[in-house]
């Protein structure tokens, strides 16, 4: 039984499929723990791993991991527009954050790889997440283990499309590819205090993460892509140890139904439209969105489910205008896994995270993108170009941009394009069985037993 410690931080979207993964580990006979923040642990453990403490919460650190998001490509712990951004001041400020937010998680990246390594029992293989290998690097040789990094997202340099937070907008093959080595160079800017810091603390020599990082490049270590050949195929000039290997599916309970007051919502009526926007906040204006999203239902003539999300979405403001009770033609709901939800709805609307984008593909049913920053718009367009989705409304032109009735007639008639389309459904059905057919959680398993094995 092998000791394998999994860490990964940020936001619901960055932690959620590292527990199908682990699960999988768990049943082929790992030891496996899952390192992240303290509002996940519940997650953790309902998937019988154990859980390991990572310090910072994802809420408070949000405007600043978007910040990192923006300048190195790790797009898995994106978030919304912050109003400092874009003045010189504002930025050095988000960087500021941004480094002590990196600080904080080398010092328990290492806390929760050593736990137990006095008595014999510390970690004997790391996995890592984009947000954390650039720290877990330096644990890996320090401690003498391998590590295998697992990224949700397309984040090594290519000609085939430049860094996804560059919105998809494409540089040319050699832009691109600049601006790929230009996006690994910012990163390892990023984590430069604190990969020193953390290699003072572990007894390690001084080098930059950029010499350790273009050492594990040079010595051909695994990395294993967590997401879908069907929106995004490997690009043909990555060396051969970049691999895609396919979605990593969040983990619930085998047996897991949809809460009764959903199953009697869905029951009296047509499927219904989801929308919902995870861990993107509204910058204190859920209530105006929540009404926004509601009256572009009720025009577009279909029945909704909100997910009231970081945005806060509510079918109850405080204008009395809106739905109160599942018997309305509208309803609210908490977390809810997406793999139970979503193939009972007609559309879901999203922010477009990679896991969301991915969700809905696998259900088999038409997409809104309501992209907010930094990868989100590079998914959405991938999404359009399968025939799957309308073309993106960005959130920022519904909430910013445009005037309140404009907006609710851009998002309305999206929803009767996404919901009056049955090309739109059949192309979204043929990409649902070709998901079906992957096994992302398989090939970790796979690569694992590689690595001990080596």
């Avoid at 910058?283 to 009231?308: C, F, H, P, T, Y």
């Avoid at 997409?367 to 959405?380: E, K, L, N, R, Y």
């Avoid at 409304?393 to 851009?410: G, I, M, N, Q, W």
Wanted: with cysteine; aromatic share 4%.
């Amino acid at each position: 039984m092998t000791k394998i410690l999994i860490t990964a931080a940020g936001s619901y979207g960055d932690i959620a499929p590292y527990t199908g993964v682990g699960a999988r580990l768990r049943a082929a006979g790992h030891e496996v723990a899952l390192a992240t923040h303290d509002t996940y642990a519940p997650l953790v453990r309902a998937a019988g791993l154990e859980f390991r403490r990572l310090p910072a919460d994802p809420r408070t650190h949000h405007t600043h991991r978007s910040e990192h998001a923006e300048h190195s490509g790790h797009a898995e712990h994106a978030g919304p527009e912050s109003p400092e951004r874009g003045t010189p001041t504002g930025k050095r400020a988000l960087m500021r954050r941004a480094a002590t937010f990196i600080k904080e998680l080398g010092d328990g990246i290492a806390d929760a790889a050593q736990q137990g390594a006095g008595t014999g029992t510390g970690a004997e293989l790391l996995l890592l997440s984009a947000t954390t290998a650039p720290l877990g690097r330096h644990l890996a040789e320090a401690m003498d283990i391998p590590a295998l990094e697992l990224p949700l997202t397309p984040n090594a340099p290519t000609g085939d499309f430049a860094p996804i937070v560059s919105g998809g907008r494409s540089l040319g093959r050699w832009g691109n590819r600049a601006a790929g080595r230009l996006s690994l160079r910012i990163i390892d800017r990023l984590y430069r205090d604190a990969a020193h810091e953390l290699r003072a603390r572990l007894g390690l020599p001084s080098a930059t993460p950029r010499t350790v990082r273009r050492r594990a490049e040079a010595e051909g270590r695994p990395v294993l892509h967590g997401f879908s050949e069907v929106l995004v195929p490997r690009p043909g000039d990555w060396p051969s140890p970049l691999t895609v290997v396919g979605n990593w599916w969040p983990w619930h309970a085998p047996d897991a139904e949809l809460p009764p007051v959903i199953r009697d919502f869905l029951a009296a009526g047509p499927p219904p439209v989801f929308i919902g926007f995870g861990s993107m906040a509204a910058n204190g204006d859920g209530e105006r969105l929540s009404a926004l999203a509601v009256q572009a239902l009720r025009r577009a003539k279909v029945r909704g489910i909100l997910q009231s999300g970081w945005a806060g979405l509510t079918t109850s403001p405080h204008d009395g205008t809106l739905a109160t009770s599942p018997t309305d033609d509208i309803l609210t709901i908490g977390e809810v896994p997406h793999a139970l939800l979503f193939p009972h709805m007609s559309a879901v609307v999203h922010h477009c995270g990679a896991g969301t984008a991915a969700a809905g593909l696998r259900a088999g049913v038409p997409t809104v993108p309501v992209p907010v920053a930094a990868d989100q718009p590079f998914w959405a367009a991938r999404l359009a170009s399968l025939g799957v989705a309308s073309t993106p409304v960005p959130f920022k032109e519904l909430t910013e941009e445009l005037p309140p009735d404009r907006a609710v007639a851009r998002l309305a008639h999206a929803l009767t394009q996404a919901t009056g389309a049955p090309a739109r459904r059949d192309h979204a059905a043929a990409a649902a069985r070709r998901l079906a057919a992957e096994d992302g959680a398989g090939a970790v398993v796979h690569a694992v037993q590689q690595a001990l094995d080596a």
